[in-house]
């Protein structure tokens, strides 16, 4: 096994900078009874704005400076979607709160090529989200991690373990390992790195309290097992994040948008779908946020083609109120039309394509709304046929037989008599003075079974606009008739 | 549409000139460029109508296999479906025909009888205008139709150009049945016909095609089978 871990330490100040250019003065403190400063961004940092500062002087300052309180449960949204952006990397991933993912790429490394090309694609894709983060790999999870909370540097595989020994005791304390107490405990003991502590017996640090420090490090180590929840993505999307400051500019928008879309890009291929459609939420202060309906010609998978359209609805569109923050919705998720390439015929990609043309169909219309016609073998023309949905339902049915044409001749669809294309869901009652008669009658007089019985004399006839029609004399009543076709 | 540039251009560069237009039209590659007098050649296949008068006016021959043809008719039963049985006839095994709002019910068994394959037919009956264009667009798009059938009453011209690209991107003939009265409206629309009927023939009027507009219109005889085969339609013609 070999984990990448992704380590997020300045997220609690990312989760607002990452919709923001790099120019924001914008900076975190640490509640919002608390006015200590946190973190803040560089260009804070520039005007000398430092953390555990005072808000106050920090304003006094930089007057423009944007405070947020430090937001938990943004930065637990942002780290879901991390994870879920790092699914298109490896299937088997772990999320380790509250600042880190950890990515088991031991069984991809033969499809990227190695682990330093993972780590760099990881680093490239992880800036367009909008975060900065340290990555290290290690052969355990925990190993990773602390790698990348110390250095952000990766070990080689052959002294990973005397490289984990030279890291600081502070990386002990990482996820929840050990408490204070003990870490205050083991630098009293006068200990400082991690190969100090593995030199003393574990017996005796046990009796002193300091058992969670030797549980952490032979984990880490690889002596103990390290088990870890997988991490599951997520059915449908649904990533968020808050704008700096709240703005109608098309642009400022579509900058923080394209971190989202980044971060859906990368949903979609950890699940192998494609979207044809998502919604842009553009939430507002004050108000019911603006949905922006993203409708794609042909699935994909390809986020750049969705951002492209949000571009130009958000050039066009009229905002009733600034924006503070977006929304990034997608659910209904197709299958990705995966290319098998054949070099003379090109007849399945069109079957894989009506195919996907009639989910997409049915899925915006409504399954009842696209359907396929059958010819059933009745003589009254309102019987003799069957809208069946696609596919049909009853395979085994006898309408199915009849498709097949196992049934004898004349239990076929009477094809041999002259039909009009076009029929009317409901005959017509029309004044016969109007046509002329082209033929002699034909005669329809059944359904006695059915309770449905019908007696028509059916005529080809020419109306006054020269159309042909299909009219019929009720023999019931003599003096009715109707248009029930046109020969189209 | 008047063409006065025909002569113009002939006045000035006689055509035994060895540098006038013919020359170095000559030297283009074919398809590329037409002259307003003479009937386009289609960049793409164009397929048969299976009606001979009507393949000798449109350009290549045939419906153009990518374009969007516009049919303006009054109503319903002009003879429109007719014109288009040979074409649907056609269809290969794994391809649809789709038929977006139509405002009758497509008969199965006069389609059958024509030769139609039923189960290729597509049927898309949408509920709103809008998604009755947008499901006519993406079954232009999809290029999974050997045709697309489309009924709409209003369209405007940005509708009408992602038809014609879609239908240009896939290579799919989207046959567009509008009203007679939107034959005025300006059009992206390479071919445009108005049909009416004429008792078994239909006329057809070619409003726009890439070519001079034709002298007369064409007259087609579309029922054939009611004329040759009468009594095997079960009807006889009353004299």
Redesign the interface.
Known sequence: MLWLAILLPALPLQVFTRGARADTAIAVTASRAQTCILAASPFATAAGVRPGQRSASALALLPELQLHARAPEREARALHEIASWAGRFTPRLSLSPPDAVLLEIGSCLRLFGNAPLIEAEVQAGLRELGFEAHTACAPTALAARWFARANGRSPTAADWLDALEHLPLDVLGDEDGCDATTLALLAGLGLRTLAELHRLPAAGLARRGAQAAVHCLARARGETPDPRPWFEVDESFDCGLALPAPTHHAEALLFAARRLFASLGGWLRARHAAIDHCRLLLEHEYQPATALEL?L??PSQDESRLLLIARERLGTLQLAADVSGLRLLAEHTLAAATSSTDLFDD?GR??E??D???D??RA???RD???????LPDHR?EA????LP?PPAGRTGARAVV?KGTLPAWHL?????????????TPRSVDPDAFV????A?RIECGWWDEQPVCRDYY?A?DT?????WIYQCLDKPQAWYLH???? | MAFPARHALDEAWPASSASGPGAILATLPTGSVWQANRIAHSQSEARPSGFAALDRELPGGGWPSGALIELLL?????????LL?PLLGRT?A???I?WVAPP???????????GVP??R???????RSE?AL??A???A?????SAVLAWMQKLDNAALRRLQL?AEDSATPVFLFRPRSAGGQASPSPLRLAL?????QLRIDILKRRGPPPARPVMLTI?R??QRD?I???????S
């Not at chain 1, 003799?384 to 809208?387: D, N, Q, S």
């Not at chain 2, 009416?196 to 078994?200: D, I, R, T």
């Open positions: 409708v010609g042909s007849s069109v079957r394509q009506a996907l043309l009639l997409r169909l915006r219309l409504g709304r696209v359907s396929q016609l059958r010819a023309p003799a046929w069957a809208g696609h498709a669809p009477a094809t041999d008599r002259l039909r009009p294309l076009w029929l009317l869901p008669l082209l033929s002699e034909e080809l020419r606009r020269q159309a042909l029609c076709g046109y020969f189209g | 009054e109503r319903p039963g002009a003879g429109e479906l007719s049985l290969p794994e391809r649809w789709a009758l019910l497509p008969y199965p068994p006069a389609l059958l009888r024509a039923l189960s037919l597509l049927l898309i009956q949408p509920r998604d947008w499901a667009r993406q079954a798009a999809s290029g999974s139709c879609a009416s009927p004429a008792g078994e029922h089978d009611l009468p095997r339609t079960g009807l006889r013609l009353a």
